[in-house]
């Protein structure tokens, strides 16, 4: 039962929400993820992709606010994605220590950087925009334990897939997790950059 090894804070979330059935794919995904590999969890659409990403993202981070420096990091298509997936993460760190931070290219770049440095945990944002902070030493990378990317399928475009082949040079050691619907050729072809020794996880 996965929710039964998560952060005791979690399961007085899930709890609080009713949620007392991990979905297949949390049963199938929700151990490998802990254990630190690199994933791709490929299952079809509303399987628990997102809750997922934002219970292993609140384990692998202990529930706690540590330093300044994000320690986890998830990309998103677009704005509107990024504002989505911040309103869904407050859900569970409402009232907690954890600070979680949403960027995207409406919100300039400078702006960003200064309210990184303030400290955050995790960062939620749009390939472009986090190319933008990185290529600027925006985010403090050396702290980074979790990169996670929701609904991957967009990576297939160009200007997303460069940028992010362009953000994870600068990171030296990190876990990456992929959730898609399915795992096109050109996802695949990130175990030969960052994605090695990856497991997959399809439901």
């Known amino acids: 039962m996965p929710f039964k090894k ?5 399961q007085e979330k899930l709890a609080s929400f ?22 791709y969890c490929t299952a079809p659409k509303d399987a628990g992709k ?8 609140l384990h692998t981070l202990k529930f706690e606010a540590v330093g300044n420096a994000p320690r986890a990091v998830v990309l998103v298509e ?13 859900e569970y760190t409402r009232h907690t220590p954890v600070r979680v931070y949403v960027g995207h290219e409406h919100l300039h770049v400078d702006v960003q950087k200064s309210e990184i440095f303030m400290g955050i945990d995790i960062l939620i944002s749009t390939p472009k925009s986090m190319n ?8 403090p990378v050396s702290q980074l334990k979790i ?21 994870t040079q600068s990171i030296k050691k990190c876990q990456y ?5 399915k795992i096109d050729p050109k996802l695949k072809r990130f175990e030969a950059y960052f994605m090695e ?3 997959k996880v399809t439901v």
């Open 6 to 10: 998560l952060h005791p804070e979690i």
């Open 18 to 39: 009713e949620i007392e059935t991990p979905t297949p794919l949390q049963r199938k995904s929700i151990p490998v993820i802990k254990s630190g590999a690199n994933v």
């Open 50 to 57: 997102t809750t997922t990403l934002i219970l292993t993202t």
């Open 78 to 90: 677009n704005k509107e994605k990024a504002l989505e997936l911040y309103d869904a993460f407050l």
């Open 132 to 139: 933008k902070l990185f290529l600027m030493n925006g985010v």
């Open 147 to 167: 990169f996670s990317v929701d609904d991957a399928e967009f990576l297939v475009q160009q200007s997303a897939y460069k940028a992010l082949m362009s953000i």
């Open 177 to 181: 997790v992929l959730y898609s619907e």
């Open 197 to 199: 020794y990856s497991k």
